[in-house]
Nanobody, 123 residues
Framework: QVQLVESGGGSAHAGDSLRLSCKAS??????MGWFRQASVKEREFVAS????????VYVPSVKGRLNISREKPSNTMFLQMNDMKTEDTGDYYC??????????????????WGKGTRVTVSS
């Protein structure tokens, strides 16, 4: 059983930075990822990271602006969001894939999800 709690969302202006956190509780070696959902869109993959904090994968639209990381002692995953754009607006969810140590872009492969944290970016 894995419980995930996101934090760090809020309002920002274009060009600003925010850092999202996802605190995981529950033993195991699992990949983790961030997904987001805007109000009129389907949930989309943002980034993922392996159990040991390597092998990051990003959706092309965020490469160079967002950075995913993972701190093993606290079992916390982060998403550093820099040079934010209005299209970054949405509810951000962290997820855990307990079937493998890698992350990956397929939402169906993740079996635990947090409740989300909202990010709003205005121009």
């Amino acid at each position: 059983q894995v419980q995930l709690v996101e934090s760090g969302g809020g309002s920002a202006h274009a060009g600003d930075s925010l850092r999202l956190s996802c605190k995981a509780s529950g033993a195991g070696r699992y990949g983790m990822g961030w997904f987001r959902q805007a109000s009129v869109k389907e949930r989309e993959f943002v980034a993922s990271i392996s159990f040991i904090g390597g092998s990051p994968v990003y959706v092309p639209s965020v490469k160079g602006r967002l950075n995913i990381s993972r701190e093993k002692p606290s079992n916390t995953m982060f998403l550093q969001m820099n040079d934010m754009k209005t299209e970054d607006t949405g509810d951000y969810y962290c997820a855990a894939n307990t079937s493998q140590i890698m992350g990956g872009p397929e939402a169906d492969e993740y079996d635990y999800w947090g409740k989300g944290t909202r990010v709003t970016v205005s121009s």
